[in-house]
């Protein structure tokens, strides 16, 4: 059975930093692709970050420049580090592995977290 855990989230001030993480057990990484998406209230699921199994990433207009996804394939981890955060990257952050070697779609993503809270204050 596939888990995915995310921890690192929690409340902060505007321009503070955060750092996500997410362990996946029960299988390895291998070739899959990680994302990062997150779900505001009252809003859709949206992509934030991914990264290929040789490190490849994509952002998000929103957060480029800002976050930085990484991957230890060895420990089957991946991390997401949030610098100048701001109030609209409030939400609910979720890890997940896809079936593909690339994607920045939710639908090619089939092993998810339970997801982590972000609140960003003013």
């Known amino acids: 059975q596939v888990q995915v855990v995310e921890s690192g989230g929690g409340l902060v001030q505007a321009g503070d930093s955060l750092r996500l993480s997410c362990v996946v057990s029960?299988?390895?990484?291998?070739?899959?692709?990680m994302g990062w998406f997150r779900q505001a209230p009252g809003k859709e699921r949206e992509f934030v970050a991914t990264?290929?199994?040789?490190?490849?990433?994509d952002y998000a207009d929103s957060v480029r420049g800002r976050f930085t996804m990484s991957r230890e394939n060895a420990k089957n981890t991946v991390a997401l580090q949030m610098n100048s955060l701001k109030v609209e990257d409030t939400a609910v952050y979720y890890c997940a592995v896809s079936r593909t070697t690339w994607s920045i779609s939710s639908v090619d993503y089939d092993d998810w977290g339970q997801g982590t809270q972000v609140t960003v204050s003013s």
């Open positions: 990264i290929s199994w040789i490190g490849h990433t």
């Open positions: 029960g299988r390895a990484l291998g070739r899959s692709a």
